[in-house]
């Protein structure tokens, strides 16, 4: 058995994505929304960047400036499913991409634990290692090693059949019209 990755995640270089099933105008509007679920102090701007994916336009990227706090960088995925219907997609999920030195520990995934009736915790992947995360508290609980193996947070249990290809991702400088959204965070 490997040992567990450290907490909370050092994710240097990574190139961090959340994604979601919904035009990129709505998750424009969501994004705007965010600050308001923040606290007020201690904000700084976060610049993200917004783009259609070329090779399935019914989902939208939002590429972080960096990874945030761990907290915001789960939160503000879930809060991508919207608030009310018609807003907001159903599938969000969270990737990130290693650098080509940290390629061995391969890509981080999380996607919300739609089987917690409350709908604030996520399942997580990474360094072959899975995780609940609950977002009130900020709560980590390792669930053991390849619980849920990669293709669960794209194909998984009948909940996320989303058809997402995490190579889609590899090389996000071949997508030109990323739109950018500046707002406040903490740090």
Not at 106 to 131: C, E, I, Q, T
Not at 136 to 165: A, C
């Amino acid at each position: 058995m490997s040992k567990q990755p450290d907490f909370p995640f050092d994710m240097t270089g990574y190139t961090c994505f959340s994604i979601i099933n919904c035009p990129s105008g709505q998750a424009i509007q969501l994004l705007k929304e965010y600050p308001g679920l923040c606290a007020e102090e201690d904000r700084v701007p976060f610049s993200f960047q917004i783009a259609v994916l070329l090779e399935d336009p019914k989902w939208t990227l939002l590429r972080w400036p960096r990874p945030g706090r761990f907290y915001d960088l789960m939160n503000l995925t879930m809060w991508m499913m919207g608030y009310r219907a018609g807003l907001g997609g159903e599938n969000p999920i969270f990737v990130a991409v290693p650098p080509a030195e940290r390629a061995e520990e391969g890509p981080f995934l999380a996607r919300p634990d739609y089987d917690n009736p409350f709908g604030d915790s996520v399942l997580g992947f990474w360094k072959n290692w899975s995780f609940n995360y609950v977002i009130p508290g900020e709560k980590l609980r390792w669930i053991g090693e390849d619980v849920f193996p990669q293709e669960y947070f794209f194909y998984g249990r009948g909940y996320s059949s989303t058809d997402f290809q995490l190579e889609w991702l590899r090389h996000p400088e071949r997508i030109s019209d990323w739109t950018e959204c500046t707002i406040p965070m903490e740090r």
